[in-house]
């Protein structure tokens, strides 16, 4: 697999802290009440353009979208409506249910980097290039560098670039994450992959200012984050637009999910909730870097689980297509604005 190196610069604490200061004074004035955020109270005031920008050139976004939505269905028949979608990139979900009517894992903790690898090729026998798997342990786990460092041979052997971390939802302890990354990621240098972490849910690991000290302390050049917007509004109702400003710099891949509290609380497909994907991207939208959007809701809100895969298949479009439209208008606007 091809080194990403250039795409790693060292952390530079001093520059993240400078980049962070708008974000840590818009939570600290209260954009959301009692660390809350309601339906009709997402951030308001926000700083210019032009001080999101954090190169010359514009962000390339790989869209990829996950196995998951499809778990009620076979993995070769996610593989070909992945594509049929218009997705060149695919992420590893966590199982699917096969024709014998069982559940099976799409990679298990325990295979071998060739099981991985076989897979690997069999997905771009599709036309689908795979980016990003599931760890599927969480780090705080006395097996967590066991099942880490296997994820991430398999990663390698996939050519896959990303491993996907996250702790339980009621948060993880920090000391023990930053201990057990600083181990995996020479690990992961060694095998060129990269770890990244996202929210799932608790104060201590559930938004990416949290996430981001850990990142800081860990220090390493192939452990970074996996921004997931739904989660932090999810699991904490915390508003993920002063959030994400928190940890700007420090994402390379992102969760893509929405989620809203009105009419009902749920989560769904980008687009369908309450969150304002172009204040949640500008940020990001001029980093110079390739970042990876992997897309795990797709579906409209309210609307059930799919009754056939073809259902799956336009809502895999669909996302696609909205957030393809989405980032170039955003781009195109800051770019204007720099002019």
Not at 116 to 125: I, N, Q, S
Not at 285 to 307: C, D, H, K, M, W
């Amino acid at each position: 697999m091809k080194s990403r190196s250039d795409q790693k610069p060292k952390l530079d604490r001093r520059s993240f802290i400078k980049n962070s200061t708008f974000a840590a004074g818009a939570l600290a004035t209260g954009a959301f009440a009692g660390g809350s955020v309601k339906a009709n109270s997402l951030s308001q005031n926000l700083p210019d353009l032009k001080s999101f920008r954090r190169s010359n050139s514009p962000t390339t976004f790989r869209h990829a979208c996950m196995t998951l939505p499809y778990r009620f269905f076979p993995l070769e028949r996610a593989l070909t409506g992945i594509k049929s979608a218009g997705y060149e990139y695919i992420a590893w979900g966590t199982q699917h249910r096969e024709e014998d009517g069982e559940n099976h894992a799409v990679m298990p903790e325990d295979a071998s980097p060739e099981k991985a690898a076989e897979l690997g090729r069999r997905c771009r026998d599709h036309g689908l290039e795979p980016v990003k798997m599931f760890s599927t342990v969480y780090p705080d786990h006395d097996n967590a560098i066991e099942v880490l460092t296997n994820r991430i041979r398999q990663a390698e052997a996939a050519g896959i670039e990303y491993v996907l971390s996250f702790g339980h939802t009621q948060g993880g302890d920090p000391e023990v994450w930053i201990e057990k990354f600083k181990q995996l990621g020479p690990i992961a240098a060694d095998h060129n992959v990269t770890l990244v972490m996202k929210q799932h849910g608790g104060e201590t690991t559930g938004t990416g200012e949290a996430l981001a000290r850990i990142i800081q302390e860990v220090d390493h050049p192939n452990v970074w984050m996996s921004y997931d917007a739904g989660n932090v509004f999810w699991y904490l109702e915390v508003d993920p637009i002063p959030d994400i400003q928190t940890c700007a710099d420090l994402i390379r891949a992102f969760c893509m999910k929405d989620g809203r509290l009105w009419p009902q609380k749920t989560t769904g497909g980008p687009g369908y909730g309450e969150i304002d994907h172009y204040r949640l991207f500008a940020p990001v939208a001029f980093t110079g870097r390739t970042i990876t959007l992997a897309y795990e809701n797709i579906y409209p809100v309210f609307s059930g689980q799919p009754e056939n895969p073809e259902q799956v298949d336009r809502y895999a479009r669909n996302a696609r297509e909205y957030m393809e439209n989405l980032i170039a208008g955003l781009q195109s606007v800051m770019a204007e604005d720099e002019d």
